[in-house]
């Protein structure tokens, strides 16, 4: 049976036809995902927002208002870090939700997230993080381990908190690691980054841009196949969905998608993602797009067994739309997206310092 939220997302006016139990229901699944405040959009922009009970529209009218002071903050953060690598001479590029924010992209209405995502030169990096640190930002959090582990594996320096905001800051050189099979060219991403507008270099500050449109894709669809962050995989899902709406009429969209896909080595990620955004959102991809070529379609035995771990993982993570076999199946991508971004031994020796060393000195720590 369908959730009623995936119901709402691929036709939102299905919502004037609910009764105040299903109205109830669906704003739950929607708490869960972290859709609330993106719902209220779905709602207006289908005209029926004063159709539903009274309890759901305030609901979503204060979803709405806590996604508008989200936005606000974090446009005024992006001014915080934009100060912060004044005269660096590096570019600032957002990644994620803070790019579609200051893009004015629709993937933004709604949209809340924790952190901020930037992408500089990996040969920058010693310089963002001291620009970031004299402006309040500092590693917190992270053992030895993790230092050692983010600096030298990862694609990103460890997470940054502000000692004041709390407002967290994770700084990219790629957006896969070093480990992983798919190596997409950071210099490619940059080197293709947008403008936003209204934010040009001004005396000392740097310019602020965005991927581009198609890179933009790409990332999202990595990100969601990658991270193993399935307890957001249908908000990160909804933003591709997004995305696709917003920028498929460009001219040559799907084949420059496609190609830039093989190019950046992401062609099977795009595929997954592509293939889900159309099952479970009905978003519209050309026929020829969804079948993918050869490098990007699996064997059948694995399509099959992908499509009913993500089939369950994609759902809301709530009781109503949980079977026997969702946990199982996250845990299972949670797995593959690790064995995607590292080698056996270097997952094994990081699975085992995670599960058995980390918790073991975190005890002589409180001991102590």
Not at 76 to 85: D, F, H, K, L, P
């Amino acid at each position: 049976m369908t959730p009623l939220l995936i119901e709402v997302l691929r036709r939102p006016a299905a919502l004037a036809a609910f009764t105040p139990a299903q109205c109830d229901l669906v704003l739950r699944q929607a708490e869960r995902a972290q859709l609330l405040a993106s719902l209220h959009a779905r709602a207006r922009d289908a005209g029926v927002l004063e159709r539903l009970p009274a309890p759901a529209r305030r609901q979503l009218e204060w979803a709405r208002q806590q996604g508008e002071r989200h936005l606000q903050a974090v446009r005024w953060e992006v001014r915080q870090i934009r100060q912060a690598m004044a005269g660096l001479g590096v570019p600032l590029i957002l990644l994620k939700g803070g790019a579609y924010a200051m893009a004015g992209l629709a993937a933004a209405e709604g949209r809340i997230f924790s952190d901020i995502d930037i992408l500089v030169p990996r040969a920058a990096l010693a310089d963002v993080e001291s620009a970031l640190m004299l402006h309040g930002w500092a590693g917190v959090g992270h053992d030895d381990y993790d230092q050692h582990y983010y600096r030298r594996w990862m694609h990103e320096l460890p997470p940054m908190r502000h000692v004041w905001r709390e407002t967290v800051i994770d700084v990219h050189h790629a957006i896969l690691p070093s480990t992983a099979a798919a190596h997409p060219d950071a210099m490619l991403l940059r080197a293709a980054a947008e403008p936003v507008p209204g934010y040009p270099a001004s005396g000392s500050l740097p310019p602020l841009y965005t991927l581009g449109p198609v890179d933009m894709i790409l990332h999202s669809a990595t990100h969601l196949l990658y991270e193993s962050e399935f307890d957001h995989g249908l908000r990160n899902l909804v933003d591709i969905d997004r995305l696709l709406h917003e920028f498929s009429s460009l001219p040559g969209f799907w084949v420059r998608l496609t190609d830039r896909a093989a190019m950046l080595q992401l062609q099977r990620p795009l595929f997954y993602a592509l293939r889900h955004a159309a099952r479970l959102l009905h978003t519209p991809v050309p026929a020829a797009v969804l079948e993918g070529n050869e490098a990007a379609r699996p064997g059948p035995v694995v399509l099959a067994l992908m499509d009913a771990l993500l089939d369950r993982a994609l759902l809301p993570q709530h009781a109503s739309c949980d079977g026997p076999l969702s946990k199982l199946a996250r845990q299972m991508l949670y797995l593959r997206g690790n064995w995607l971004r590292m080698p056996p031994w270097l997952l094994a020796r990081h699975l085992f310092h995670k599960a058995l060393l980390t918790p073991l000195q975190a005890t002589r720590t409180r001991d102590v």
